[in-house]
Every structure is written in C-alpha cells, then in structure tokens.
C-alpha cells in the first residue's frame, strides 16, 4: 500500500510530485522519497523516513531540479521504516530507481539468485529487488549483443542458445578478456520498456511499479498487475500515480492500466503494450470529481469532513436508481439478467473490514426482502477454506477502493467455480469492477480519511437498494411494499443531516468522560449487530482503545465476566414500532442491558426519539430518528463514527491516518 505520483512535462516535476504525494498521504505514510532526472547518468534521489513532510523539509534544504521524477508514500510490508528503506529504490549502477506498491512474493529467491551473480543490496525490501532485476534484464541483453559480436568467425552461430554464449563468454573471462564485465554504465541494446516487460515476467506476486533511468532522459515506464495504477493525459503533460486524487487537481481525462499492461510515458505521448510487447488501445475516461471533494473544505480532518457529507453520499448512491412515484429500483450497470436472478440459488457476499460489517447488514435486508439465503466471508480467508458454491449462486464484493488484494482474489475463486459476480464500488473502472457482471457504484466521492465513513453508509445504502431489486425481480415484495420502502430510503439523508445537527456536541460531551477507558464493549442483536461490530472497529481504528462488537445475546455465554464500573458499554437498542419482530429483539435487548447495569456497567444507549423508558434504565442515551427496520442501520452508526472520532481527538490521536494502517489494502 502506498501512494504513487509520476510526472513528465516542460514543468519542473518536483511541486507536482509532491502536492500529488500529500493527496495520497492516506495510502501510507511511514516514509516518502523522490528521485528526478539531473544531468550525465544520475537521477536526484532524496527520501525521509516518517511522513511526507520530513521528505518536504529535506527538499527545502537540498532541493532538486527537473522536469520528469517521480514520488512515493510507503505503508511498510517488508522492512522497518527507515530511509534505507523507502522508495525510490536504486538498481547496482544507481542510474536506475523503481517505486513499487505490491508486495514480490518470490523476492528471496531472486535476491539469492541476484547475489549469486554479485548483486549488492541496500535495504530489507522487496521492491530493490525489482530494480536489480530490471538491472539483470539491461546487463543480459548488453551480454547477449556482445557474445554475439564476439563470437564472429569463431565458427558459432550468432543465433546460439543463452547457455552456449554463456559458456563462451566464461571461456573469455578466464582468458581475461574485459568482453566479460557486464554491468555497463550505458546499455545499448535494450529499451527500457522492454527490459521492464522482460523483468515482470520474473516477479509473482502484486505490484504496480514506476521505473526511471537515467540512460533514456524523459521516459517514465509503469506496469501492473494487481495493485491500481492510473495514467493522466494532460496539455502536453502525462501523469503516473496509484489513485485519482493524486492527479485529478492537473487532469480528468485518465486511464486505468489494467493487469498484465505495460505503459511508456514520454513528452511525446503514451504507448501501451502488454507484458509481451503487444500494442494495446489506450481508451481514456473523464473523471467527474470536483478536485475540491477532495480538499478538507474548512473541517478539522477528513474523516470529520467525511462523516458531514453522508446525507450527500446516500442520496447520490440511490439517485437515477429508484423511482419515487412507482417504488421501482433500476440497476443499470448490470449485465446479470432478471431470469439469472431469479434462478440464483443464494448469495455469497465476500468482503474486508468495514465492507465486510456493511455485507453482514446486508445479508439481513436481502434475506428479509428477496428471501434469498446469503453467506457472508472475510475475502481473505474465503479460497482458504476450499468453498463450494453453487453455479448459480451469485458473488458479491463489496470493496471502497476497488483494489483490495483480498476481495479480487476472493472474486478469481467464485469466477473459478462458476460464479457470476457483482460489485459494490467506490470507483468507477477499479479492478473487481472489471472482473464483475454487474457494479453498483457507490458515488460516495472520495473517502480521505483511512477509517471508512462516507463508504460505508453508501455501501448500506447501496445493500439495501439491491435486496430491493433482488425483491421486485423474485416477486418477493408487492408494488405498495416497494414503494413504501422507496420513501422510507428517500427520507434518510436528511435523518442522517438531523442526526448531525444533534448529536456532535453529546458526543463530544461524551468524549470527556470516557476518552481514558482502556476497553469499550458494543453490543447489538440482528441486523444491529453488524453495526456493534462497526463502531468498535471505529473506536480501535483512530483511538487505539481496546473495542469488541458482541452480539447482545450472546452477552451471558462469556463476555458478562468483563464488566465492571470501568467498562463502557454501547448499546444500539433502536426499534421500528410498526415491526413486531423489530419490537421484540428491542425489548431483549433492554433485558441485556439491565444484565451490564446489575454489574455497574456503565451504558451509553443509541435509541429511538421518543423513547424515554430506555433513559430510566442507562447513564446515557443518545436519539436518533424512526427508520424502518432495515434502514437503521445507516442512522445508528453516523453516532459511533462521532463518537469514535471525538475520543480520538481527545487522545491526540491522528484521526486521518491511524498508525499501521492504510486506506487501500493492496497486499494479502
């Protein structure tokens, strides 16, 4: 995981490099560095442990001049962050240098196969590695070209296999002949481009790299297969970097590179070919984001600016989608057919993290709405479990970013067993998007902050919108149903706008009093459970507290033996009262809490408005609006986001950009 930003053009590259760098800070934030074409046979390479701005504050001091480079923001996977340790990273010769986001899964046995051959190396990581194999691929092709020189009127043939040129050579060395030094200051025989489709050919694993060489001044060479990488078209510019808003504030037009394609970016232009040098059609796309979306817009941090515009984020993820007059939902940007629905067999939601909580919430509205059964898996642990899904059961990725490592992987192994899928995403042409049958965009914008917010109450929505499709295609719910539920959807964002109105000074009233607990306990019963989970994985995320979701009834299997006077316990005790099933798990869920109270639990309660019996039973209640059942979801956790946030503040923790953690997951 980290933040790519690769520029050529007549500006100088430095300014552009790093206010994209700041925009994908968020994508990881342990080290920085940047290397820029100077004169002769070397590039200008200055990094920084810590973040982006000890890299700034290195640059100020000893600047750098030109006008192609490129930049990078690390989230450690191999290697401690160190400056040794930070990209770029350096082949042998130092005239070349490769950023890389990914991880190199055979790295130790090209390193060993590298040193072998009398490779020296700097750092712990396993992206120098592809620097030296590029190196390896340069040094090969100047040994090929001189073996063949050499080898004329000796009888050989210059067509000769790799093996005999090699021994011929050796026959050289040993006769001292310098023919046999290979690690040449000036390669001639091979592009850059090619010696980079030759390497990755040699790497397994994930990646997304950018390779500079001194050797072919104004060429920048990306590749991928994996982790996301964009290229942006400018007015006589062109831009590399690993996320859109690391470039959207210079262009819009921009080009996903997809698996398997390698790109060359001069002052000419772009040139695309496969890993085996085929040419590939460059088909660029506009991007609709207003750069300021992406700019805090006056708030304290991102993660607050992002909480603020859910209401936003919702109505634009339902917007085109349902018809207010007829309850009717449409889904565009599915090529999965109703009759494909109507036979599906079940559902299996895979996801991450907070996707996965938002697939747990939705295996309630889909098996409630469109009665069909639904199996939710952590992506990362659903090809290790040898799964067996139905031809006709139908997978669904939910996934902000589009790129997680786990969440693609989990769609490669539906796909094997003959799965269709479908996906809900934040970004239109991400990578599971293209793997998928149908996508239903989220349109929440860009999301900043590392602790999703703005996503995963568009995810829910998002959720609830398919199980209602799934309904209206199975037969499952009747015209009046649908319509009611349209309304119902309709009228959240401005609950959730009431909700922010409300609530932000409780919260931060409430921050005070427990900003110090060590350990937090959330507790939940049916679909409110995913939302348990959900805002203890806030409170850990940004606050580094100890929090655990529960469901409320498992409380007296175990977790009863915890609670004491300086346990907090949230509990969502919300109901919809036109829902007798909704009315029944509130009224157990008051029982639970009278379990924490007999034990000086202390209780912070997310209730219904009006319900004041609940306020009699617990030290805090905090109100929010009547949805239905199903739609409460989104309401009850826009008061754990705040929350969350409030006790991080008051922590001094770093809201935007909790330690270990990065925003877009593109390592397994």
């Known amino acids: 995981m980290c933040g790519i930003v690769g520029y050529i ?18 994508r990881g934030y342990d080290s920085a560095g940047i290397a820029v074409a100077g004169g002769g046979h070397a590039l200008q390479l200055r990094r920084a442990p810590g973040k982006l701005r000890n890299l700034d504050a290195i640059l100020r001091e000893d600047p750098v001049h030109g006008t192609y480079g490129i930049g990078h923001t690390r989230w ?41 051959k009398g490779h020296k190396f700097a750092s712990e990581t396993d992206t120098e590695i592809i620097a030296h194999v590029i190196q390896d691929e340069l040094e090969l092709a100047v040994a090929s070209t001189r073996t063949d020189a050499a080898l004329k009127g000796t ?187 109507r036979a599906a067999t079940g559902i299996t939601i895979a996801a991450c993290g907070t996707s996965w909580h938002a697939g747990l919430a939705g295996k309630f509205m889909i098996e409630r709405l469109a009665r069909l059964p639904v199996d939710v898996d952590y992506a990362s642990e659903y090809r290790y479990r040898d799964p067996i899904p139905s031809p006709t059961d139908i997978g669904l990725l939910i996934t902000q970013s589009g790129e997680t490592a786990d969440t693609i992987a989990a769609q490669h192994e539906l796909i094997a067993k003959g799965s269709k899928t479908l996906a809900i995403c934040n970004v239109v042409g991400a990578a599971v998007t293209r793997l998928a049958q149908g996508t239903i965009t989220t349109n929440a914008g860009p999301e900043i902050g590392v602790a999703s917010t703005k996503a995963f109450t568009a995810q829910l929505t998002a959720l609830f919108t398919f199980a209602l499709y799934l309904a209206q295609v199975r037969g499952t719910v009747d015209d009046t149903t649908s319509l009611h539920l349209v309304t119902e959807l309709s009228r959240v964002p401005g609950k959730i706008e009431e909700i922010l109105r ?96 007999a034990r000086s639990g202390r209780v912070i309660a997310i209730a219904i408005e009006g319900d004041e019996h609940i306020g009699q039973l617990v030290e805090h209640v905090i109100h929010i609006p009547q949805s239905h059942e199903l739609l409460l979801p989104i309401l009850e956790v826009v008061p754990l986001q705040l929350l969350a946030y409030h006790i991080a503040v008051r922590r001094g923790c770093d809201v935007d950009q909790p330690r270990n953690l990065a925003k877009s997951v593109t390592v397994e």
């Open 76 to 116: 450690a996977t191999h290697g401690r962050p160190t400056e040794e340790n930070a990209h770029p990273h350096r082949d042998g010769t130092g005239t070349l240098v490769v950023v890389h986001n990914g991880i190199v899964e055979n790295y130790l046995q090209l390193k060993n196969a590298l040193i072998a």
């Open 502 to 597: 409300s609530v932000d000074d409780q919260c931060h009233e409430l921050a005070k009093h427990f900003s110090t607990a060590r350990d937090f306990l959330f507790l939940g019963r049916g679909i409110h459970y995913p939302i348990a989970l959900e805002g203890a994985l806030k409170l850990k995320e940004i606050s580094y507290i100890h929090a655990e979701g529960y469901p409320a009834g498992e409380m007296k299997h175990g977790p009863n033996a915890l609670i004491d006077e300086t346990l907090p316990v949230v509990c969502i005790a919300t109901k919809d009262p036109s829902d007798p099933s909704s009315v029944l798990k509130y009224e157990k869920t008051l029982s639970n809490i009278q379990e924490v109270t």
């Open 155 to 341: 009888g050989f043939s210059p067509s000769i296999n790799a093996a005999q040129k090699a021994g011929a050579l050796a026959s050289e060395a040993i006769d001292g002949s310098d023919e046999s030094q290979t690690v040449l200051t000036a390669p001639p025989s091979l592009s850059l481009e090619e010696a980079v489709r030759r390497a990755v050919k040699r790497l397994t694993g994930a990646f997304a790299i950018g390779v500079l060489s001194a050797h072919e001044p104004d060429k920048l060479v990306a590749a991928r297969m994996g982790p996301p990488a964009v290229l942006g078209i400018g007015e006589g510019e062109y831009f590399l970097a690993s996320d859109v808003p690391g470039i959207l504030h210079h262009t819009r037009t921009i080009y996903f590179l997809q698996d398997g394609e390698v790109a060359t970016l001069t002052t000419q232009g772009i040139e695309l070919t496969d890993f085996a040098g085929q040419a590939r059609t460059l088909t660029p796309q506009r991007i609709t984001w207003d750069p300021i979306q992406a700019e805090k817009a006056g708030y304290k941090h991102f993660m607050l600016k992002e909480i603020n515009e859910q209401p936003r984020a919702v109505r634009d993820t339902t917007l085109g989608r349902v018809s207010l007059e007829t309850g009717k939902v449409f889904l565009p940007d599915m090529k999965i057919s109703p009759a494909e629905f």
């Open 9 to 26: 053009g007549p500006k100088p590259c430095v300014p552009v490099i790093m206010e994209g760098l700041a925009r994908l800070e968020y």
